[in-house]
């Protein structure tokens, strides 16, 4: 079956950097796209960007450029977020999704599988 | 960015109660709406993508429709585990963005 598992909590202290991890399994690994999210404390979900799988090729959303950075080994079909120069505003629980497009239709994609979540933790 | 708005953004309701949550994007874009629902400490869950496509193994109770800017998510008769927290979500953009929530409480 398809799983993401993810790498443990994180207490980090401000400016440091922090690397999350997401293996995947199940399925093929490159044929997916892979997807971060961000969860505050008792806020909602905040798409942070994605990462094609086949080239690299990462895309970021605003507010997630700069100190944010995505990245694969493909060699054992696990995804990198990696996030430097920590501040207080990025504690919360980070997921990574595996995205799906729907075929045959209007090839709409959707997340179908979501890692367990990575709670990242910045305080002094 | 396509900005997303959900309505309610609580509400209370019973068992077996029909409830009805909205979307409405800021532009128009066909049908490229998922709909997720999240418990306490969980990770989201898909239900409906596409804006009317229920994922597989997801009770018939829940239903989504609508296309342009206007989508629903209709839960025909709540149950006691559907109690949680619904997002919409659009896929249109080049930058995907979720609704801010609605969350179902007793």
């Known amino acids: 079956q398809v799983q993401l598992v993810q790498s443990g909590s994180e207490l980090k202290k401000p400016g440091a950097s922090v690397k999350v991890s997401c293996k995947a399994s199940?399925?093929?690994?490159?044929?997916?796209?892979m997807i971060w999210v961000r969860q505050a404390p008792g806020q909602g979900l905040e798409w942070m960007g994605r990462?094609?799988?086949?080239?690299?090729?990462?895309t970021y959303a605003q507010g997630f450029t700069g100190r944010f950075v995505f990245s694969l080994d493909t060699s054992v079909s696990t995804a990198f977020l990696q996030i430097t120069s920590l501040k207080a505003e990025d504690t919360g629980v980070y997921y990574c999704?595996?995205?799906?497009?729907?075929?045959?239709?209007?090839?709409?994609?959707?997340?179908?599988?979501w890692g367990q979540g990575s709670l990242v933790t910045v305080s002094s | 960015d396509i900005q997303m708005t959900q309505s309610p953004s609580s509400l209370s309701a019973s068992v077996g109660d029909r409830v009805t949550i909205t979307c409405r994007a800021s532009q128009r874009m066909d049908s490229f709406l998922n709909w997720y629902q999240q418990k306490p400490g969980k990770a989201p869950k898909v239900l409906i993508y596409?804006?009317?496509t229920l994922q597989s193994g997801v009770p018939s109770r829940f239903s989504g429709s609508g296309s342009g800017t206007d989508f629903t998510l209709t839960i025909s008769s709540l149950q006691p585990e559907d109690f949680a927290t619904y997002y919409c979500?659009?896929?249109?953009?080049?930058?995907?963005?979720f609704g801010q929530g609605t969350k179902v409480e007793i």
């Open positions: 199940g399925y093929s690994f490159s044929n997916y796209g």
């Open positions: 990462i094609n799988t086949n080239t690299g090729n990462p």
């Open positions: 596409a804006a009317s």
């Open positions: 979500q659009q896929s249109y953009s080049t930058s995907w963005t």
């Open positions: 999704a595996r995205g799906n497009q729907e075929r045959g239709g209007g090839n709409v994609w959707y997340l179908d599988n």
